[in-house]
């Protein structure tokens, strides 16, 4: 041991006198020595170097306080751009660690990997809320890491456990919505594809799957209302469309389809007009209850009103004939219609006097008792005649007291010039109303005339002259504001002839005038 510590002092001994002469040699000589600027030269290149490739080291080892900053300054970038963890490092857990290793008593340090560990749990859980259980777990995964409350990720722990439960009944209901809409059971029943997928969407309104299949069942749902339009079942069709508006009332096939099911309702109106107008009575009405069953429109239902007052006028005219079976169905269908109308409560009036009338003249009465009611019923007939009571009062007017003198005594010589003179007085009537522009008198005696005479090739020009006054009369009442009066006219001479040329062009500027 002693001649080893010998052999040491010896040889610090020579190094210091080789330095020593080393020195004295730089002195004298070394200044003006090319080697020597080389190996000097050469040694600094080296230290450069290694001040390049261990700054970073070297600046930790000697300034640690600037590098931890910085690690929790890139960190706080990192937590607030949702980096959670990134397998390079860039992630905030990384960060914030790198950082406490170079000072684990840091409490900003500490306090920030706790930050992290809180925002990957509020992760988890928005995760599970949105259905993404893989995702919520390897947020769950990285809180744990974190050390977060223990209390607070089974709780959360606990939500993912149920979410992966119902997740499995939900996979289960999309295979069953999947599996009815494949069938074409749309939406006839809870176990139907469109309910089922809205039980999907209630617990998770973002399934991209449940969203695109309810989308395909009520564009098929659509498909089937423009069929039903194509068929004319307007009314399944407005069914089919109010329930996928009921559905999703923003579905890019509903404009189309309800524009072309409105469109289809203006053609079946206009279609129910040109039958009424045309005396196409059954037509025109299941035309008009079409429309009706679709919306309350007005005009169909004004439509249904004026071929109730045109069943009734037949109801009327079949009574006075004895027709009554055909009579008794036309008043039917009036009443079916319109049973407050004051026209169908006319005809019924009209039908009990012709079926009076017809026992009358089927009774037994002594030749005394029957010349003495036929004159009463003469006389009574002359005084209604004076007072141009055609068909009203009900029971007492000129038609009724001669019906009744007609059951009576029908080749009676005074009942037959009664109707010779009567007939020819309502069509007096008639003119003399309509020279005076008193079209609702003119209306009376138009159907006294029809009832005395049904048959009379006459009539129907007669008809037609009166619905053309009522037309002149209200447009010229229509020029002068008078929308009121205009319709009423309309009505009017729709009711007297429906085929009218002019009342088309009438009616639509009615139509227009109407706000």
């Not at 890139?74 to 490092?89: I, T, V």
């Not at 509020?122 to 050390?147: F, I, K, N």
């Amino acid at each position: 041991m002693r001649r080893k510590r010998q052999r040491a002092e010896h040889g610090r001994e020579a190094l210091g006198d080789r330095l020593r002469l080393y020195s004295r040699w730089w002195v004298a000589r070394g200044w003006s020595s090319p080697r020597a600027w080389r190996w000097i030269g050469l040694g600094v290149l080296l230290l450069a170097v290694v001040l390049v490739i261990f700054r970073q080291p070297l600046a930790d080892r000697l300034w640690p306080e600037t590098r931890i900053q910085q690690l929790l300054d890139e960190g706080q970038r990192a937590l607030q751009q949702g980096r959670l963890s990134a397998s390079d490092g860039s992630g905030a857990r990384e960060l914030f660690q790198a950082a406490a290793a170079l000072d684990p008593d840091r409490s900003d340090v500490q306090n920030a990997l706790v930050r992290t560990g809180q925002a990957a749990l509020e992760r988890a859980r928005r995760q599970l809320a949105a259905g993404d259980h893989d995702g919520a777990a390897v947020a769950l995964e990285l809180a744990r890491q974190l050390q977060v409350s223990a209390t607070d990720i089974e709780q959360v722990a606990a939500t993912a456990q149920r979410a992966a439960s119902d997740r499995d009944g939900l996979e289960q209901l999309l295979q069953q919505a999947e599996a009815a809409q494949a069938q074409g059971r749309l939406d006839d029943g809870p176990d139907s594809a469109l309910p089922l997928y809205q039980r999907v969407l209630a617990l998770q309104p973002d399934r991209m799957r449940a969203l695109a299949g309810r989308d395909e069942v009520l564009s098929d749902l659509l498909a089937q209302a423009n069929d039903e339009i194509a068929q004319g079942k307007l009314a399944d069709a407005v069914a089919t469309v109010q329930r996928v508006e009921s559905y999703d009332g923003g579905h890019a096939d509903l404009p189309p389809t309800k524009a072309a099911l409105n469109a289809a309702l203006d053609q079946r109106m206009q279609q129910a007009e040109r039958d009424l107008a045309r005396g196409r009575l059954e037509r025109a009405t299941t035309g008009f209850q079409q429309v009706l069953a679709v919306n309350d429109n007005t005009a169909a239902w004004q439509g249904l009103q004026r071929i109730a007052r045109a069943r009734a006028q037949e109801a009327t005219r079949l009574a006075a004939d004895f027709h009554f079976e055909q009579a008794e169905q036309a008043l039917s269908h009036a009443r079916e219609l319109a049973p407050d109308s004051a026209d169908v409560a006319s005809a019924s009036q009209a039908l009990l006097r012709a079926r009076a009338a017809r026992q009358s003249m089927e009774a037994g009465l002594a030749p005394a008792a029957r010349e003495r009611r036929l004159k009463e019923l003469l006389a009574k007939l002359e005084v209604a005649e004076a007072r141009q009571q055609w068909l009203l009062p009900p029971g007492s007017s000129a038609y009724d007291h001669f019906k009744a003198a007609q059951a009576l005594a029908p080749q009676d010589a005074r009942v037959k010039r009664a109707a010779a003179r009567i007939q020819p007085a309502a069509r007096s009537c008639l003119e003399e109303n309509l020279r005076g522009n008193r079209l609702r008198a003119a209306r009376g005696c138009l159907d006294a005339w029809q009832a005395l005479a049904p048959a009379d090739p006459a009539l129907a020009p007669a008809r037609r002259r009166l619905a053309q006054r009522w037309i002149a009369v209200g447009s010229e009442r229509l020029g002068m504001g008078d929308t009121a009066f205009a319709q009423q006219a309309l009505e009017q001479a729709q009711e007297v002839d429906g085929t009218a040329p002019e009342i088309g062009a009438f009616a639509e500027r009615v139509r227009a005038a109407i706000p």
